[in-house]
């Protein structure tokens, strides 16, 4: 019961306590309250509070209430945490920690993301190449272009015919002849006056 001392009165009716500390005492009963032996509270006062007078309860460090039901957490429960009893803190989904002040995100953040919490939700803030709830799909800032696929950050893997950083080169696994231009995979785009998959012909002058 540290906190208060106890002056036995003559009558043995009523005792005086006097808080030594006075912080920890409940709803305002600070100095020199009156502690009276035949008190009744009802409902009794919970978690090893002392009935002071009638229906007033004096709780014990770590609790508060009428009937000191509640239990106090120092530091408080962070992020909407409920006390339980003290020092005890039940945190919401998204957040851990004795006092509920770390954040946690389901399944992690991958790839160097961290999590933090955004408006009481807790998020994974990704490094600048990858996006996604749990960091997981990379950037290619470049685009993967002809059905590629972003693999890594800047990385795009291509389809069979398609090559280069964005998917952007087709190739033509025979070259086109007289300055034709691989267009698209095995086609070229040929240059006047020639012709043919590979543009090997000439066109007739008509
Ligand atoms: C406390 O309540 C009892 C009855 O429950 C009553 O007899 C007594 O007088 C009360 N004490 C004070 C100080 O009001």
New binding site residues.
């Given amino acids: 019961m540290g906190g208060f001392a106890l002056l036995l009165f003559a009558s043995s009716v009523a005792l005086v306590g006097v808080c030594s500390g006075g912080s920890d005492a409940p709803r305002g009963v600070a100095v020199g309250f009156v502690f009276?032996l035949?008190?009744?509270c009802?409902p009794p006062c919970e978690h090893a509070g002392v009935c002071i007078?009638?229906n007033t309860c004096r709780c014990s460090r770590g609790y508060e209430g009428e009937t000191c039901q509640y239990a106090n957490c120092y530091p408080k429960c962070k992020n909407g945490g409920v006390c339980l009893r003290p020092g005890k803190c039940r945190c919401p989904p998204g957040f851990g920690g004795k006092y509920c002040h770390k954040v946690r995100c389901d399944g992690g953040c991958w790839n160097g993301g961290e999590c933090t919490a955004v408006n009481g939700v807790a998020k994974c803030i990704c490094p600048s190449s990858w996006a996604g709830s749990k960091c997981q799909e990379a950037i290619c800032p470049q685009g993967c272009r002809n059905g590629g696929i972003c693999m890594a950050p800047g990385i795009c893997s291509c389809p069979v015919g398609w090559l280069g950083g964005a998917c952007h080169t087709a190739v033509c696994g025979r070259p086109c002849l007289h300055g034709g231009k691989c267009i698209s995979p095995n086609k070229c785009r040929c240059r006047h006056p020639f012709s043919g998959p590979r543009c090997e012909e000439r066109k007739k002058p008509h």
């Fill in positions: 009276d035949k008190a009744k009802e007078r009638n």
